[in-house]
């Protein structure tokens, strides 16, 4: 798969994030975190089932190479789901978003840093510097807006 490709998905993903995070936090004030989690998680779990259905393409029996703690995923996502309906709700879309995404990235360079998933990559003084700068970047967008209730 081409780099193009990869950051196009990439992009892609992105921009469905910020659509369905926009989308969360209109459920979220409407009809609670509960409700907007499991209409969320029921329509990914139906497309993608039709989608397998339709296409294949499922290793089901290579799931017993998978060690256990992946299988948390699912309710990792339902963290990412339900938190990401709150905190939108309270500080706006660009507000939730950055907020999550800075995180995020703390979090993804620390298990870089450690190789906790993969090989690692360490914060070397440049990724330390960008690490500060999402920090400053989060406080400038979230912090003192007044904006949560």
Partial sequence: MSLFLVILIGVT????????SGFLGVM???VGTLASTFITYGGGGLAIGLIMLAFGGSK???LKE?????????LMG?????????VIARLGLGGGITL???????LGALIDHFGLFSQAHTIDPRRL???AM?????????GGSGNAA
């Fill in 13 to 20: 993903g992105g921009l469905a994030g910020s659509m369905q």
């Fill in 28 to 30: 979220q004030n409407r």
């Fill in 60 to 62: 089901w029996s290579d």
């Fill in 66 to 74: 998978v060690p256990w703690w992946a299988f948390t995923a699912g």
């Fill in 78 to 86: 339902l963290v990412v789901v339900a938190s990401l309906g709150i």
């Fill in 100 to 106: 999550f995404t800075g995180s995020t990235l703390i």
């Fill in 129 to 131: 510097a960008g690490i």
């Fill in 134 to 142: 999402v920090v400053f970047g989060t406080w400038l967008v979230v």
